[in-house]
Structure formats: structure tokens, C-alpha cells
């Protein structure tokens, strides 16, 4: 059985001792204590932020010094540059995008009985993901710097799809497997709302790139729809309708997942000499998605 399905078991089929003393309770054990955020999950929560806030007031020559030079990248550089933001205007939209997804996911996670997995993919997300974004943006060098935390949060908004479908699959434990076809889904509708909204501003400033962006956008969508239609044709499989069995948790995370996907990729425009990375914003979506979906519903790993 994958350990996607529903992992609640009927407790009236257990063995009762009787010689258990009454006195003494195991809260590890208890459902209703396990779906609650402990204050470990609170701190870590905070932290983040708090390191942001922390770092944008050193002074701006010591917050340049931990920005990545794509000419003359340093392995320090390469993970201090995604947590420093030189405006304040650029570290609010992160911090806001931050204290929208993250408590969310935690929330879920631990209502899924996931928290294991939630930190092993946060501590993924902020350990090593920074290293593997910045390596693959100096091997297009230009004289720019780049700063900023929103390909980690982009990561996290990637990684969002993964507990709402967890928790819609054990909200229909008569709906097996149902999970891996909801989640291609949710990806390519991300990839095709990403280039809904990037082409009125790339398109028109680079007409080279028509064909392939129209191109992009189409696979993207056309992928949405023919995984959507086979995750409907199985969910009717078991004759009930989709809608029905969406619980509003379920439903404000996928309306969640579609806003910060809008928020994390704007129209590009150069304002005050800075450039919108589009390029590691959807890194950090694709790698956000693609991690966790390789290494749990792949692999199979039991974290």
C-alpha cells in the first residue's frame, strides 16, 4: 500500500490491556496532539523571517558583500545571497510571500501527520537549494549581481501542491493513487499561469522568442488539460463528483497555490536597475515540485 493512502486505522480492532495504569498518557500517540504545532514548529516558523529582517539591517555595503557576482561567484556568496535584499520594498514581498505559504504547509503537514517530510524539505530548500540555484545561474555569466530569497520561496510554493494533494487523498481513501495524477496537473497549470504571465512583457521586448514562449505556453496548458481529464476520469471511477469531495481546506490551498504562483512571477520591468530573475524564480518552482515528487512518490521514500 503507498503511504499516500490514509494511514488512520480503527482502533476498536485493537487489543485493550486492562492492566495499562491509568495514570499514564502518551501524547506522541494521541491523533489530536500530533495534528497540533508544537513550539519547535512556531520558532522554525519565525526564524526565517527574523534572519531576513536581521540581515537587511547590516549596512548596505556589508549586505552588498554577501550578494552573488555572477562574473566572480564564491561558495559563501552562492548561499548569503539568497537571504539579502537591498530595498525594503523587495524584502516585504518576500516576507510576505513567506508568512503566506510556509505556516500553511507546516499546518498541513502536521494535520497530514507529515511533519517529518515538511522539515525534511524545508531544511532541502534552505541548506542546499540556494548552492544549486546559484550554480546554475553563474553558468550564464553577466555583470550583474544577484540577491534576494524569492527562488526559496518559490521552492516552497512548489512544494505547496504536495500537502494539498496529501491531504485530498486522505480526506478519499477510496480514491487510490489519485494523488499522482493531481499533481502533474497542479504543475503544468503553475508552468501555464507562469506564462500567462510573463508573455505581455517578453513577447513584445523580444519578438525572437514569440514562437518559443507561445510554444511554451501551449505544451503547458494542453498538459494541464490532458492530466486533469485522466485524474477526473479516475476520480470518477468511484461516481463521485470532484467538487463534492473537496474539503475548504483542500480548496483554499489550491486558490493559495494560484495566487502566490501570480505573485511570484510579475511582468518583468526594470525599475531602479534591478531585473526580476525570471529564470531562478522558476528554478525554484520547478525544483520546489520535482525534489519532493522524485524522492516520496518516485523513490518512495518514508520520511
Known sequence: MSRYQNRDTDSSTQPVDDKTP???????????????????????????????IGVFLLPEVVRRSFTLSYLEPTVVTAY???????????LLTNLV????????????????????????????????FPFVFSALNVLFPRPRIGLGF????LAFVGYLPHVIVTRFELERPDSPEVGNDLLPVAFFAGAATVVLRLAPGVIP???????????AGLLSGTASVVLLSVAFARVREYERRLADAVSPLVGFGGLL???????????????GGSILNV?????????????????????????
Open 279 to 303: 529564470f531562478l524564480h522558476f528554478l525554484g518552482y520547478s525544483f520546489g515540485y520535482l525534489v519532493p515528487y522524485t524522492a516520496f512518490r518516485v523513490v518512495g521514500i518514508d520520511a
Open 150 to 153: 524569492s527562488g526559496i520561496n
Open 97 to 128: 510571500v513567506f508568512l503566506l505559504v510556509v505556516p500553511f504547509v507546516a499546518v498541513v503537514s502536521v494535520r497530514n501527520d507529515r511533519r517529518q517530510e515538511f522539515y525534511l524539505v524545508a531544511f532541502t530548500i534552505l541548506a542546499v
Open 80 to 90: 548569503t545571497a539568497h537571504f539579502v535584499h537591498l530595498d525594503l520594498s523587495h
Open 205 to 215: 521586448a523580444v519578438p525572437a522568442q514569440r514562437v518559443e514562449f507561445v510554444a
Open 22 to 52: 491509568k495514570d499514564v498518557s502518551s501524547t506522541d500517540t494521541d491523533p489530536v496532539v500530533k495534528q497540533r504545532l508544537r513550539p519547535y514548529d512556531i520558532a522554525f516558523i519565525a526564524a526565517v523571517p527574523l534572519v531576513l
Open 257 to 271: 497555490f494560484v495566487l502566490l504562483v501570480v505573485i511570484g512571477f510579475p511582468q518583468p520591468s526594470p525599475s
